[in-house]
């Protein structure tokens, strides 16, 4: 992989990062639901004048494909996180984030391109044994709504590990800016519904709005059009590489700016979940380094 690349799908995590951190502070205002339909809003409009500017036709000839895509990785994971955001740390959800890449082995296995091993599997067990020692040992008091926020998130991250092989054979037919621009579209038709029910109990504040904004414009928007090009350019398993550093940055932006505590079983859990997702996708991020030790002059 390219040094370009590689830096830009650094700078994809750290945002992906960040966006649980504007989901912890715009959630409890807004509610999950209109948060959701925000967030989308705000990417559309974006997406949507880039399509002017690039003079880039919609492709709603395809809309099955985009509005499966859309439900997936846009709509239901959105909505999910914002809610479970109302229980969790920010640590929490970017690292149960994590286990996408496992429903996205069993996905890719499916439609047959990929296949399950030995080794995957022991990192499935790696991945949903990390999840428990976070919900038990973490530094959040086990509870009911503890427990149904973790499992939101892990359906969060299910959506997005079915969605990978759909959008990897969307890539090949549409343009990326196509692709995240109608998804975006038809997610906000999808959210609308919700979002009208919890109008009238929802709150305001600006910090809750320009998180709202740099949510939509930005770590939507902007960071999946983006990512969606940089899959024409890399190999599958280099385009999943944002999933081990978005928990690194996640649960430092927690830190950082909320203050959230570092548990030992938030930090051996997350050791857990990122081996299992290096034990499923086989990516080593030392493998470049060391393929150049070996190398014979």
Known sequence: MKTKYFVQLVALSSLWGASFLFIRIASPVFGPNLLALLRVSMATLTLALLMRLMRQPWAWQQWRTLAVIGLLSVAAPFLLFAWAGLQLPAGYSALLNSTAVIFGMFASARMGEDTITLKKLLGCACGFGGVALIVSLGPVEPSFKVVMAVLACVAASACYGFSTPITKRAVGQMQPLQI?????????????????????????????????????????????????????HVTPVAAMSPIFMVPVFGVLWGHVFLGEQLGHGLLLGGGLVLLASALITGFNPLQRWLDLVDAKP
Do not use: D, E, N
Request: aromatic content about 10%; cysteine-free.
């Open 180 to 232: 995240a621009a109608g998804i975006h579209a038809l997610s906000w038709l999808m959210l609308l519904p919700g979002a009208a029910y919890s109008l009238p109990q929802a709150g305001f504040s600006v910090s809750a709005l320009l998180a709202v904004a740099v949510m939509g414009v930005v770590t939507s928007g902007l960071a999946y059009w983006a990512h969606l090009r940089i899959m024409q």
